[in-house]
């Protein structure tokens, strides 16, 4: 069964920083391009950051510079650095894949991420 399990959030002050990792339980990890998401209340999940098969990453305007994903296939395992947090980045942050057809695996739990001012 295809599971993706999110770990690492937490409550943190505004500049401070956080290493979320999401472990994949599933065959053919490897292939997946992968993101990062992550839905603050009341509003849309968003996505904040992708890294393809091969490694290329990319990033929302809005964490670009702060933020840093990558990836280890081996562990089957995506990571999101969070570095200078601001209040604003305060959300539950999911992985899922993504693609032309948008995120196609099952949705895990989510880590929440508070940021104090």
């Known amino acids: 069964q295809v599971q993706l399990v999110e770990s690492g959030g937490g409550l943190v002050q505004a500049g401070g920083s956080l290493r979320l990792s999401c472990a994949g339980s599933l065959i053919g990890f490897s292939i997946y391009h992968m993101g990062w998401y992550r839905q603050a209340p009341g509003k849309q999940r968003e996505l904040v950051a992708t890294v393809t098969s091969p490694g290329s990453t990319n990033y929302a305007d809005s964490v670009k510079g702060r933020f840093t994903i990558s990836r280890d296939n081996a562990k089957k395992t995506v990571y999101l650095q969070m570095n200078s947090l601001k209040p604003e980045d305060t959300a539950v942050y999911y992985c899922?894949?993504?693609?032309?057809?948008?995120?196609?695996?099952?949705w895990g739990q989510g880590t929440q991420v508070t940021v104090s001012s």
């Open positions: 899922n894949s993504v693609g032309s057809s948008g995120p196609t695996l099952p």
